[in-house]
Nanobody, 124 residues
Framework: QLQLVESGGGLVKPGGSLRLSCKASGFTLDYYAIGWFRQAPGKGREGVSCITSLGTYYTNSVLGRFTISRDNAGDTVYLQMNSLKPEDTAVYYC???????????????????WGQGTQVTVSS
C-alpha cells in the first residue's frame, strides 16, 4: 500500500523546536516533489515548505526558521522547525506529486496524495 506517514508533532513552548518526518511506505520519495502544508483551526491549508529536484521553497512566515531536507535512504523528508511561534500551531501534512515545476509551484497547487497529518501546538 502506497502511503505517506507524518510524525514528530507535539506541544512545544514558544522558541522551541520540533522535527517533523514524512515517511514513505511502498515507494521511494526520491522521484517525487514533496511538500509540507499546514492547516490552522478555521483557516485554509497553506503551503509551508516544498522540495523538488530544482530546490526548496519556504513561505515567508517560516523563512529562516524552518528547513526541509531529504534523508539519504530516500524514504523520508524532514521539516526542522526552530524558533516556533504560537502562530505556527496547526495540523501539518505532507504531500507528494510528480517532480515537475518549481518548488514554489509545488507549494501552491493542489495535490491528491496526502498523509494523515500531525498536530503541532506552540503554547506557553
Amino acid at each position: 500500500q502506497l502511503q505517506l506517514v507524518e510524525s514528530g508533532g507535539g506541544l512545544v513552548k514558544p522558541g522551541g523546536s520540533l522535527r517533523l518526518s514524512c515517511k514513505a511506505s511502498g515507494f521511494t520519495l526520491d522521484y517525487y516533489a514533496i511538500g509540507w502544508f499546514r492547516q490552522a483551526p478555521g483557516k485554509g491549508r497553506e503551503g509551508v515548505s516544498c522540495i523538488t529536484s530544482l530546490g526548496t521553497y519556504y513561505t515567508n512566515s517560516v523563512l529562516g526558521r524552518f528547513t526541509i531536507s531529504r534523508d539519504n535512504a530516500g524514504d523520508t523528508v524532514y521539516l526542522q522547525m526552530n524558533s516556533l511561534k504560537p502562530e505556527d500551531t496547526a495540523v501539518y501534512y505532507c504531500a507528494r506529486d510528480v517532480d515537475l515545476g518549481t518548488p514554489e509551484a509545488m507549494c501552491t497547487r493542489e495535490h491528491s496524495d496526502w498523509g494523515q497529518g500531525t498536530q503541532v501546538t506552540v503554547s506557553s
